[in-house]
């Protein structure tokens, strides 16, 4: 491969997470130099507004669609990737993303709820997964923020990040083995026969034997420009911040239900979420959404409707209608991968994908199964 600032092996689209991971993976593991092409800043978008709480442990209502193990298996392999890099990322970027553990605590306040999260810790424990029940009593020795009319809850120990650092982390580690990052938009994908020769940034021409599609929820625009419909679709979340002095106390476990969450970050601000928003490309956070949360979280937690509100924040995830990410190469477009569809755990499972996606480019597999990820179910050759 030619390996020149005007004609770099791999241009990359987007500079979220994702996009940085593929091209940290490619450069660190691999040797292949990649140029990231970012419209706005690195994490400006999902990436720097994400949660950063980084779980496996996710549990299903009863009678939901639940992942398939294979994902729970991604999910536990991405977690173990953070915890792995973590010093190599420190090292090389110089930022902290203050990874650090957090007790988390998904609480049951109706019997359905109780009897089906017992089924679901079965689940977990077959998936390796440390979680346990906890009863009332329990729960009152741990001086938690919970309501007092919690019927138990299950107890595991995540991991958790920042999300901003992270990505610029990831990104200036990225930039230390080689890898350029440009500002600019892309517009078009170029094609000669059967394969990738570049992409158009407006009147610009930039050539590359190969490309990554990894422009997030945009990522369905930029299919469109070489005719393949991928069904990813923006779902709007938005997060309350609170506004809780230093001196204050504060919850010592994150609480996770199914209709809000409290997340203590390790950066002292706390966090109440979220939405689930089908509102096509607005990243507009809403006075609607800011009441929503925090009656459903004064419902779960009645102690965080005295703080006072800092700030709304809203961004876009970028939903897989089959909710299984898109990672891998392109079907019948020689030089052409895409790697999206991350939703709700994108923070998760970036290094893996960044890992796994480097790995296919590279040596044509991977030592993670991707075959269930594969933009194959959509795209035929
Ligand atoms: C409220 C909220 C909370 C979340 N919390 C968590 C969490 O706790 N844990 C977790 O694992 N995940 C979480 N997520 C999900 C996670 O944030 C996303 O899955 C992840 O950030 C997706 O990363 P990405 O790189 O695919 O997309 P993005 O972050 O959207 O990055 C895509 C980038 O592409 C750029 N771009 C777009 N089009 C172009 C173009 N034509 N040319 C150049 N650049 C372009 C954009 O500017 C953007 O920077 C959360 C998401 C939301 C919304």
Redesign the pocket.
């Given at each position: 491969m030619v390996k020149s600032k005007n004609s770099p092996d791999v241009i990359i689209?987007?500079?979220?997470?994702?996009?940085c991971a593929v091209a940290y993976f490619l450069a660190s593991e691999h040797g292949i130099e990649s140029l990231i092409?970012?419209?706005?800043g690195i994490?400006?978008?999902?990436?720097g507004?994400?949660?950063?709480?980084?779980a496996a442990a996710e549990l299903t209502e009863k009678g939901a669609h639940r992942p398939p193990a294979i994902f729970t298996q991604f999910l536990q392999e991405g977690i173990a990737l953070h915890a792995n890099l973590l010093p190599a990322l420190l090292e090389e970027s110089g930022v902290d993303y203050l990874l650090t553990e957090i007790p988390l605590l998904r609480p049951a306040f109706t019997d359905d709820e109780a009897n089906g999260m017992r089924d679901e810790l079965a689940r977990l424990h077959a998936s390796g997964i440390a979680a346990s029940w906890l009863e009332p009593k329990d729960i009152q020795a741990m001086r938690t923020w919970l309501a007092d009319d919690v019927l138990g809850a299950v107890f595991s120990t995540e991991l958790q990040l920042e999300?901003y650092p992270f990505a610029l982390a990831l990104a200036q580690a990225a930039e230390q083995h080689g890898v350029e990052i440009r500002t600019?938009?892309?517009?078009g994908i170029e094609r000669s026969g059967g394969r990738v020769t570049g992409v158009r940034l407006g009147s610009e021409l930039l050539s590359a034997r190969t490309v990554v599609i990894?422009?997030?929820?945009?990522s369905r625009?930029?299919a469109k420009w070489v005719g393949l419909d991928i069904p990813v679709i923006p779902i709007?979340?938005?997060?309350v911040h609170l506004d809780l002095p230093c001196e204050a106390p504060r919850p010592n476990q994150a609480i996770f239900h199914s209709t809000g969450y409290v997340l203590p970050k390790a950066s002292g601000s706390l966090y109440v979420?979220?939405t689930i928003e089908d509102v096509g490309f607005d990243s507009e956070p809403t006075i609607e959404a800011r009441d929503s949360i925090m009656e459903a979280v004064a419902r779960i937690s009645p102690q965080v409707i005295d703080i006072p509100i800092k700030r709304i924040s809203a961004?876009?995830?970028?939903y897989s209608t089959d909710e299984m990410p898109i990672i891998g190469a392109i079907p019948g477009i020689d030089g052409l991968f895409i790697a999206?569809g991350?939703?709700?755990?994108?923070?998760?499972?970036?290094l893996v994908t960044g890992k796994s996606l480097a790995e296919i480019m590279a040596i044509g597999s991977s030592s993670f199964p991707m075959t269930e990820f594969s933009p194959a179910r959509f795209v035929s050759a």
């Open positions: 689209i987007g500079g979220g997470v994702i996009g092409i970012e419209r706005n994490g400006s978008e999902a990436s507004g994400a949660a950063g709480e980084l999300s600019g938009e892309v517009t990894a422009n997030g929820p945009w625009f930029a709007r979340g938005q997060i979420g979220t961004c876009l995830r970028p999206t991350h939703a709700f755990k994108g923070m998760t499972l970036c």
